[in-house]
Protein backbone atom coordinates (compact mmCIF):
# COMPACT_ATOMS: atom_id res chain seq x y z
CA UNK A 1 0.00 0.00 0.00
CA UNK A 2 1.08 3.43 -0.36
CA UNK A 3 -0.38 5.85 2.52
CA UNK A 4 2.74 7.39 3.73
CA UNK A 5 4.87 4.79 2.64
CA UNK A 6 7.50 5.04 -0.41
CA UNK A 7 7.62 2.20 -2.90
CA UNK A 8 8.62 0.71 -5.72
CA UNK A 9 6.03 0.51 -8.58
CA UNK A 10 6.19 -1.27 -11.93
CA UNK A 11 4.05 0.31 -14.53
CA UNK A 12 2.03 3.17 -14.11
CA UNK A 13 -2.11 2.58 -14.09
CA UNK A 14 -4.97 4.54 -12.93
CA UNK A 15 -7.76 2.81 -10.82
CA UNK A 16 -10.70 4.48 -11.26
CA UNK A 17 -12.74 4.08 -7.60
CA UNK A 18 -13.74 7.11 -5.43
CA UNK A 19 -12.50 6.43 -2.01
CA UNK A 20 -9.44 5.43 -3.60
CA UNK A 21 -7.82 6.17 -7.12
CA UNK A 22 -4.72 4.55 -7.63
CA UNK A 23 -2.12 5.96 -10.56
CA UNK A 24 0.50 3.08 -10.25
CA UNK A 25 -1.09 0.14 -9.45
CA UNK A 26 1.82 -1.90 -9.90
CA UNK A 27 4.33 -3.24 -7.60
CA UNK A 28 5.06 -1.29 -4.65
CA UNK A 29 7.87 -2.60 -1.71
CA UNK A 30 7.08 -2.25 1.91
CA UNK A 31 9.83 0.68 3.63
CA UNK A 32 8.44 3.52 5.99
CA UNK A 33 8.73 7.20 5.20
CA UNK A 34 7.14 10.09 6.72
CA UNK A 35 5.95 13.16 4.84
CA UNK A 36 7.99 16.08 4.74
CA UNK A 37 7.02 19.02 6.69
CA UNK A 38 5.12 21.86 4.86
CA UNK A 39 7.41 24.55 3.47
CA UNK A 40 5.89 27.71 3.02
CA UNK A 41 8.20 28.95 -0.16
CA UNK A 42 6.78 27.57 -3.60
CA UNK A 43 10.66 27.24 -4.75
CA UNK A 44 11.79 24.29 -1.98
CA UNK A 45 9.07 21.66 -3.65
CA UNK A 46 10.49 22.59 -6.94
CA UNK A 47 14.02 21.86 -5.79
CA UNK A 48 12.34 18.49 -3.61
CA UNK A 49 11.47 16.97 -7.02
CA UNK A 50 14.17 18.33 -9.10
CA UNK A 51 16.46 16.85 -6.41
CA UNK A 52 14.46 13.18 -5.92
CA UNK A 53 14.84 13.27 -10.03
CA UNK A 54 18.31 14.18 -10.08
CA UNK A 55 19.46 11.30 -7.25
CA UNK A 56 17.29 8.63 -9.07
CA UNK A 57 16.03 8.86 -12.58
CA UNK A 58 16.67 5.46 -14.34
CA UNK A 59 18.02 7.51 -17.39
CA UNK A 60 21.57 8.92 -16.34
CA UNK A 61 21.17 11.40 -19.11
CA UNK A 62 18.04 12.82 -18.48
CA UNK A 63 16.74 12.14 -22.08
CA UNK A 64 19.66 14.26 -23.16
CA UNK A 65 18.33 17.03 -20.90
CA UNK A 66 20.51 19.51 -19.39
CA UNK A 67 18.98 18.35 -15.69
CA UNK A 68 21.17 21.00 -13.47
CA UNK A 69 20.39 23.89 -15.99
CA UNK A 70 16.91 23.16 -15.63
CA UNK A 71 17.17 23.55 -11.87
CA UNK A 72 18.92 27.06 -12.47
CA UNK A 73 15.85 28.08 -14.70
CA UNK A 74 13.13 26.85 -12.55
CA UNK A 75 14.66 27.91 -9.24
CA UNK A 76 15.39 31.79 -10.58
CA UNK A 77 11.05 31.95 -11.66
CA UNK A 78 9.00 33.81 -8.81
CA UNK A 79 6.31 31.94 -7.51
CA UNK A 80 3.35 33.76 -5.61
CA UNK A 81 1.53 30.29 -4.63
CA UNK A 82 2.07 26.42 -4.19
CA UNK A 83 -0.01 26.06 -7.98
CA UNK A 84 2.09 27.67 -9.66
CA UNK A 85 5.43 26.05 -7.95
CA UNK A 86 2.87 22.82 -9.41
CA UNK A 87 2.58 23.77 -13.30
CA UNK A 88 6.37 24.27 -13.09
CA UNK A 89 6.81 21.16 -11.70
CA UNK A 90 5.20 19.21 -14.62
CA UNK A 91 6.47 21.36 -17.37
CA UNK A 92 10.02 20.60 -16.20
CA UNK A 93 9.41 16.96 -15.95
CA UNK A 94 7.82 16.97 -19.29
CA UNK A 95 11.28 17.00 -21.27
CA UNK A 96 11.92 13.27 -19.44
CA UNK A 97 9.30 12.45 -22.16
CA UNK A 98 8.75 9.59 -19.22
CA UNK A 99 4.80 8.98 -18.83
CA UNK A 100 5.58 7.31 -15.80
CA UNK A 101 7.25 9.72 -13.91
CA UNK A 102 4.80 12.03 -12.64
CA UNK A 103 4.20 14.91 -10.33
CA UNK A 104 0.84 15.05 -8.36
CA UNK A 105 -0.77 17.53 -5.91
CA UNK A 106 -2.00 16.78 -2.54
CA UNK A 107 -5.42 15.83 -4.57
CA UNK A 108 -3.98 13.56 -6.76
CA UNK A 109 -1.44 11.79 -4.49
CA UNK A 110 -4.50 11.21 -1.82
CA UNK A 111 -6.04 9.60 -4.67
CA UNK A 112 -3.42 7.35 -5.34
CA UNK A 113 -3.24 6.41 -2.20
CA UNK A 114 -5.26 3.27 -1.86
CA UNK A 115 -6.03 0.36 0.85
CA UNK A 116 -6.07 -2.85 -0.68
CA UNK A 117 -7.75 -4.51 2.23
CA UNK A 118 -11.16 -2.03 2.86
CA UNK A 119 -14.08 -1.58 0.65
CA UNK A 120 -14.13 1.33 -2.02
CA UNK A 121 -16.54 3.33 -4.23
CA UNK A 122 -15.90 3.20 -8.05
CA UNK A 123 -16.80 1.09 -11.30
CA UNK A 124 -13.45 -0.64 -11.00
CA UNK A 125 -11.16 -0.51 -13.78
CA UNK A 126 -7.78 -0.05 -13.83
CA UNK A 127 -6.78 2.47 -17.09
CA UNK A 128 -3.33 3.64 -18.38
CA UNK A 129 -2.02 6.21 -20.94
CA UNK A 130 -0.91 5.06 -24.48
CA UNK A 131 2.46 6.73 -24.55
CA UNK A 132 2.80 7.16 -27.71
CA UNK A 133 -0.94 7.86 -28.93
CA UNK A 134 -1.43 9.41 -25.92
CA UNK A 135 -5.19 7.40 -25.72
CA UNK A 136 -6.55 6.34 -21.91
CA UNK A 137 -6.23 2.29 -22.43
CA UNK A 138 -8.46 0.03 -19.96
CA UNK A 139 -5.51 -2.20 -18.48
CA UNK A 140 -8.83 -4.44 -16.97
CA UNK A 141 -11.53 -4.26 -15.01
CA UNK A 142 -11.40 -5.79 -11.35
CA UNK A 143 -13.46 -9.25 -11.49
CA UNK A 144 -17.23 -9.04 -9.96
CA UNK A 145 -17.03 -4.73 -10.26
CA UNK A 146 -19.53 -3.04 -12.32
CA UNK A 147 -17.02 -2.21 -14.90
CA UNK A 148 -16.76 -5.87 -15.56
CA UNK A 149 -20.68 -6.87 -15.31
CA UNK A 150 -20.66 -4.09 -18.03
CA UNK A 151 -18.61 -5.81 -20.45
CA UNK A 152 -15.52 -3.72 -20.08
CA UNK A 153 -12.51 -5.31 -21.81
CA UNK A 154 -8.96 -4.86 -21.65
CA UNK A 155 -7.34 -2.92 -23.90
CA UNK A 156 -10.46 -0.88 -24.70
CA UNK A 157 -9.39 2.64 -25.53
CA UNK A 158 -11.80 5.19 -23.52
CA UNK A 159 -12.47 8.08 -26.09
CA UNK A 160 -15.09 10.17 -23.29
CA UNK A 161 -16.48 10.27 -20.16
CA UNK A 162 -19.70 11.65 -19.82
CA UNK A 163 -19.72 12.87 -23.59
CA UNK A 164 -16.43 14.76 -22.64
CA UNK A 165 -13.22 13.87 -25.26
CA UNK A 166 -10.57 12.20 -23.59
CA UNK A 167 -8.01 13.65 -25.85
CA UNK A 168 -5.19 15.26 -24.33
CA UNK A 169 -6.70 13.95 -20.66
CA UNK A 170 -4.20 12.60 -18.42
CA UNK A 171 -5.19 9.32 -16.00
CA UNK A 172 -5.56 11.68 -13.27
CA UNK A 173 -8.01 13.83 -14.76
CA UNK A 174 -10.11 10.57 -15.94
CA UNK A 175 -10.28 8.79 -13.31
CA UNK A 176 -11.55 12.36 -11.23
CA UNK A 177 -14.53 12.06 -13.88
CA UNK A 178 -15.18 8.41 -13.74
CA UNK A 179 -15.06 7.75 -9.49
CA UNK A 180 -18.27 9.22 -7.88
CA UNK A 181 -20.83 8.94 -5.62
CA UNK A 182 -21.86 5.21 -4.98
CA UNK A 183 -25.24 4.42 -6.92
CA UNK A 184 -24.51 7.18 -9.67
CA UNK A 185 -23.43 6.10 -12.93
CA UNK A 186 -20.69 7.26 -15.71
CA UNK A 187 -20.73 6.62 -19.50
CA UNK A 188 -17.78 5.50 -20.91
CA UNK A 189 -17.26 5.50 -24.38
CA UNK A 190 -15.59 2.54 -25.39
CA UNK A 191 -13.81 1.92 -29.17
CA UNK A 192 -13.04 -1.16 -29.34
CA UNK A 193 -11.57 -2.75 -33.00
CA UNK A 194 -12.27 0.67 -34.37
CA UNK A 195 -16.01 1.08 -33.30
CA UNK A 196 -17.29 3.06 -30.56
CA UNK A 197 -19.84 1.64 -27.76
CA UNK A 198 -21.29 3.70 -25.33
CA UNK A 199 -21.16 1.73 -21.68
CA UNK A 200 -23.88 3.18 -18.61
CA UNK A 201 -21.95 2.23 -15.70
CA UNK A 202 -23.20 2.23 -12.12
CA UNK A 203 -20.97 3.37 -9.33
CA UNK A 204 -20.97 0.59 -6.54
CA UNK A 205 -18.99 -0.32 -3.33
CA UNK A 206 -16.38 -2.51 -4.07
CA UNK A 207 -14.60 -5.27 -2.15
CA UNK A 208 -11.89 -6.74 -3.34
CA UNK A 209 -10.79 -10.57 -2.92
CA UNK A 210 -7.74 -10.92 -4.88
CA UNK A 211 -7.78 -15.31 -4.40
CA UNK A 212 -10.69 -17.40 -5.27
CA UNK A 213 -10.14 -21.38 -5.66
CA UNK A 214 -12.08 -24.26 -6.39
CA UNK A 215 -11.55 -27.76 -6.66
CA UNK A 216 -12.24 -29.40 -9.96
CA UNK A 217 -12.84 -32.62 -11.62
CA UNK A 218 -10.55 -33.50 -14.64
CA UNK A 219 -9.54 -36.94 -16.34
CA UNK A 220 -6.08 -36.79 -14.67
CA UNK A 221 -8.12 -36.16 -11.43
CA UNK A 222 -9.00 -33.36 -8.93
CA UNK A 223 -7.09 -30.29 -9.97
CA UNK A 224 -7.26 -27.00 -8.48
CA UNK A 225 -7.92 -23.96 -10.18
CA UNK A 226 -6.75 -20.40 -8.22
CA UNK A 227 -7.76 -17.22 -9.50
CA UNK A 228 -5.88 -14.49 -8.41
CA UNK A 229 -7.48 -10.96 -9.40
CA UNK A 230 -4.72 -8.83 -7.84
CA UNK A 231 -1.23 -8.54 -6.24
CA UNK A 232 -2.88 -6.78 -2.97
CA UNK A 233 -1.91 -6.91 0.90
CA UNK A 234 -3.60 -10.25 1.71
CA UNK A 235 -2.21 -11.76 -1.51
CA UNK A 236 0.06 -14.25 -0.38
CA UNK A 237 -1.85 -15.44 2.37
CA UNK A 238 -5.00 -16.20 0.46
CA UNK A 239 -2.90 -17.79 -1.91
CA UNK A 240 -1.20 -19.94 -0.02
CA UNK A 241 -4.42 -20.77 2.25
CA UNK A 242 -5.79 -21.99 -1.16
CA UNK A 243 -2.38 -23.81 -1.97
CA UNK A 244 -2.40 -25.82 1.19
CA UNK A 245 -6.45 -26.43 1.25
CA UNK A 246 -6.01 -27.91 -2.26
CA UNK A 247 -3.57 -29.96 -1.43
CA UNK A 248 -4.91 -31.75 1.45
CA UNK A 249 -8.12 -32.31 -1.12
CA UNK A 250 -4.97 -34.01 -2.96
CA UNK A 251 -5.46 -32.52 -6.51
CA UNK A 252 -2.99 -33.58 -9.14
CA UNK A 253 -2.35 -30.04 -10.14
CA UNK A 254 -3.01 -26.67 -10.65
CA UNK A 255 -4.57 -23.79 -12.90
CA UNK A 256 -3.50 -20.31 -11.90
CA UNK A 257 -5.40 -17.33 -13.46
CA UNK A 258 -3.81 -14.26 -14.38
CA UNK A 259 -5.74 -13.00 -16.29
CA UNK A 260 -6.75 -9.24 -16.12
CA UNK A 261 -4.37 -8.77 -13.41
CA UNK A 262 -2.81 -5.22 -13.34
CA UNK A 263 -0.30 -6.13 -10.61
CA UNK A 264 -0.04 -4.65 -6.86
CA UNK A 265 2.41 -5.38 -4.01
CA UNK A 266 6.02 -5.86 -5.01
CA UNK A 267 6.76 -8.46 -1.47
CA UNK A 268 3.01 -9.96 -2.92
CA UNK A 269 4.63 -11.46 -6.21
CA UNK A 270 7.95 -12.45 -4.65
CA UNK A 271 6.09 -14.41 -1.69
CA UNK A 272 3.71 -15.80 -3.92
CA UNK A 273 6.46 -17.12 -6.59
CA UNK A 274 8.59 -18.31 -3.48
CA UNK A 275 4.92 -20.81 -3.44
CA UNK A 276 5.08 -21.85 -6.13
CA UNK A 277 9.35 -22.38 -6.81
CA UNK A 278 11.91 -23.90 -4.29
CA UNK A 279 14.82 -22.53 -6.11
CA UNK A 280 15.69 -20.07 -8.55
CA UNK A 281 15.62 -16.20 -9.44
CA UNK A 282 12.33 -14.34 -9.32
CA UNK A 283 13.22 -11.27 -10.81
CA UNK A 284 15.57 -8.69 -10.65
CA UNK A 285 16.16 -5.00 -10.98
CA UNK A 286 18.46 -3.00 -13.27
CA UNK A 287 19.02 1.02 -11.80
CA UNK A 288 20.85 3.47 -13.32
CA UNK A 289 24.07 2.55 -11.58
CA UNK A 290 23.70 -1.12 -12.50
CA UNK A 291 21.86 -4.01 -10.96
CA UNK A 292 20.15 -3.16 -8.10
CA UNK A 293 19.03 -6.18 -6.28
CA UNK A 294 17.59 -9.63 -6.82
CA UNK A 295 14.74 -11.63 -5.56
CA UNK A 296 15.20 -15.88 -4.85
CA UNK A 297 13.47 -18.36 -4.06
CA UNK A 298 14.04 -19.92 -0.56
CA UNK A 299 13.49 -23.69 -1.03
CA UNK A 300 10.40 -23.67 1.18
CA UNK A 301 7.56 -24.38 -1.81
CA UNK A 302 4.40 -25.64 -0.89
CA UNK A 303 4.06 -28.02 -4.03
CA UNK A 304 5.96 -29.08 -6.95
CA UNK A 305 2.73 -30.54 -8.90
CA UNK A 306 2.44 -29.29 -12.36
CA UNK A 307 1.34 -26.15 -13.21
CA UNK A 308 -0.26 -23.95 -16.01
CA UNK A 309 -0.99 -20.30 -16.05
CA UNK A 310 -3.45 -18.57 -17.92
CA UNK A 311 -2.45 -15.28 -19.30
CA UNK A 312 -3.55 -12.55 -21.55
CA UNK A 313 -3.05 -8.75 -22.40
CA UNK A 314 -4.46 -7.94 -19.26
CA UNK A 315 -1.55 -9.41 -16.99
CA UNK A 316 0.39 -6.52 -16.08
CA UNK A 317 3.70 -5.78 -13.87
CA UNK A 318 3.50 -8.33 -10.79
CA UNK A 319 1.44 -10.65 -13.01
CA UNK A 320 4.63 -10.69 -15.22
CA UNK A 321 7.17 -11.24 -12.64
CA UNK A 322 5.02 -14.02 -11.10
CA UNK A 323 4.37 -16.04 -14.93
CA UNK A 324 7.84 -14.53 -16.21
CA UNK A 325 9.58 -16.60 -13.18
CA UNK A 326 7.85 -19.93 -13.37
CA UNK A 327 8.66 -19.29 -17.09
CA UNK A 328 12.15 -18.67 -16.89
CA UNK A 329 12.66 -21.50 -14.14
CA UNK A 330 10.59 -24.00 -16.44
CA UNK A 331 8.13 -24.41 -13.64
CA UNK A 332 5.06 -23.34 -15.44
CA UNK A 333 3.38 -23.37 -19.20
CA UNK A 334 1.75 -20.06 -19.58
CA UNK A 335 -1.35 -20.86 -22.03
CA UNK A 336 -2.99 -18.09 -23.34
CA UNK A 337 -2.09 -14.73 -25.18
CA UNK A 338 0.46 -11.64 -24.88
CA UNK A 339 1.09 -9.92 -21.42
CA UNK A 340 0.50 -5.87 -20.87
CA UNK A 341 3.74 -5.48 -21.00
CA UNK A 342 4.71 -3.15 -18.37
CA UNK A 343 8.45 -3.80 -16.86
CA UNK A 344 9.68 -0.37 -15.77
CA UNK A 345 10.10 0.14 -11.64
CA UNK A 346 8.78 3.56 -10.21
CA UNK A 347 9.30 5.16 -6.73
CA UNK A 348 6.48 6.52 -4.94
CA UNK A 349 7.50 9.86 -3.01
CA UNK A 350 5.28 11.52 -0.33
CA UNK A 351 6.30 15.67 -0.89
CA UNK A 352 5.78 19.04 1.18
CA UNK A 353 2.31 19.35 1.94
CA UNK A 354 0.66 16.47 1.03
CA UNK A 355 2.20 16.33 -2.90
CA UNK A 356 3.87 13.18 -4.32
CA UNK A 357 6.08 12.42 -7.44
CA UNK A 358 6.51 9.18 -8.64
CA UNK A 359 9.91 8.51 -10.73
CA UNK A 360 11.25 5.86 -12.64
CA UNK A 361 14.32 4.44 -11.07
CA UNK A 362 14.82 1.00 -12.71
CA UNK A 363 13.28 -1.59 -14.97
CA UNK A 364 12.93 -5.43 -14.05
CA UNK A 365 14.33 -8.98 -15.75
CA UNK A 366 12.67 -11.88 -15.71
CA UNK A 367 15.03 -14.23 -14.27
CA UNK A 368 16.62 -15.49 -17.86
CA UNK A 369 17.64 -11.35 -18.50
CA UNK A 370 14.41 -10.21 -20.45
CA UNK A 371 13.26 -6.99 -20.37
CA UNK A 372 9.63 -6.89 -21.05
CA UNK A 373 8.48 -3.47 -20.65
CA UNK A 374 6.86 -2.64 -23.77
CA UNK A 375 6.68 -5.86 -25.87
CA UNK A 376 5.12 -8.54 -23.29
CA UNK A 377 6.03 -11.76 -22.30
CA UNK A 378 4.79 -14.99 -24.63
CA UNK A 379 2.38 -17.83 -24.19
CA UNK A 380 4.19 -20.80 -24.74
CA UNK A 381 1.06 -22.12 -26.04
CA UNK A 382 -1.27 -19.10 -27.52
CA UNK A 383 -4.80 -19.42 -27.49
CA UNK A 384 -6.91 -16.68 -28.43
CA UNK A 385 -10.46 -15.45 -27.45
CA UNK A 386 -12.92 -13.94 -30.37
CA UNK A 387 -14.77 -10.65 -29.01
CA UNK A 388 -18.41 -12.75 -28.35
CA UNK A 389 -16.65 -15.21 -26.32
CA UNK A 390 -14.77 -12.42 -24.20
CA UNK A 391 -18.01 -10.60 -24.14
CA UNK A 392 -19.85 -13.49 -23.00
CA UNK A 393 -17.13 -14.64 -20.33
CA UNK A 394 -17.35 -10.98 -19.09
CA UNK A 395 -21.09 -10.59 -18.92
CA UNK A 396 -21.50 -14.57 -16.97
CA UNK A 397 -18.57 -14.69 -15.13
CA UNK A 398 -19.26 -18.44 -13.78
CA UNK A 399 -18.29 -19.70 -17.37
CA UNK A 400 -15.03 -18.52 -16.26
CA UNK A 401 -12.53 -21.40 -15.31
CA UNK A 402 -15.29 -24.22 -16.81
CA UNK A 403 -14.68 -25.76 -19.98
CA UNK A 404 -17.10 -22.86 -22.39
CA UNK A 405 -13.66 -21.12 -21.48
CA UNK A 406 -11.45 -22.04 -24.59
CA UNK A 407 -8.25 -21.18 -22.88
CA UNK A 408 -8.91 -22.86 -19.88
CA UNK A 409 -9.66 -25.38 -21.73
CA UNK A 410 -6.64 -25.53 -23.88
CA UNK A 411 -5.04 -24.89 -20.24
CA UNK A 412 -6.24 -28.25 -18.61
CA UNK A 413 -5.43 -30.26 -22.11
CA UNK A 414 -1.67 -29.48 -21.24
CA UNK A 415 -2.13 -29.86 -17.58
CA UNK A 416 -3.48 -33.59 -18.27
CA UNK A 417 -0.40 -33.78 -20.38
CA UNK A 418 1.90 -33.02 -17.45
CA UNK A 419 0.55 -34.48 -14.88
CA UNK A 420 0.61 -37.84 -16.37
CA UNK A 421 4.33 -36.91 -17.25
CA UNK A 422 4.88 -36.20 -13.90
CA UNK A 423 3.25 -39.19 -12.14
CA UNK A 424 5.38 -41.47 -14.85
CA UNK A 425 8.98 -39.77 -13.52
CA UNK A 426 7.60 -40.66 -9.95
CA UNK A 427 7.06 -44.08 -10.69
CA UNK A 428 10.18 -43.44 -12.43
CA UNK A 429 12.32 -42.34 -8.64
CA UNK A 430 9.87 -45.06 -6.90
CA UNK A 431 11.25 -48.05 -8.88
CA UNK A 432 15.15 -46.78 -8.77
Known amino acids: MVNTKSGLVLGFTAL ?3 TAAVSGLGLYSRGQVSFASFKSNPKEIVDEVWQIVYRQYVDGTFNQVDWKAARKEYLNKSYSNQEEAYKSIRKMLEPLKDPY ?5 PEEFKNMQVDTSGELTGVGIQITQDEKSKKL ?4 PIED ?31 SLIRGEQGSSVTLTISRNGREQDFVIKRAKIEI ?3 KFSKKQSSAGNIGYIRLNQFSANAAKEMSEAIRKLES ?18 FASIEIGRMWMNEGTIVSTVARSGPREKEVANGRALTDKPLVILVDGGSASAS ?28 VRPLSGGAGLAVTIAKYLTPSGRDINKTGIEPDIEVKLDDNTRQELSKDRTKIGTLSDTQYKKALEILTKDIAEYKRRGNTRANK
Do not use: C, W
Not at 101 to 105: A, I, N
Not at 137 to 140: A, G, T
Not at 328 to 343: E, P
Open 137 to 140: IVIS
Open 145 to 175: TPAAKAGILAKDIITKIDGKSTKGMDTNEAV
Open 249 to 266: EKVSGYILDLRSNPGGLL
Open 320 to 347: EILSGALQDNKRAKLVGTKTFGKGLVQS
Open 101 to 105: TRFMD
Open 209 to 211: HPV
Open 16 to 18: ALS
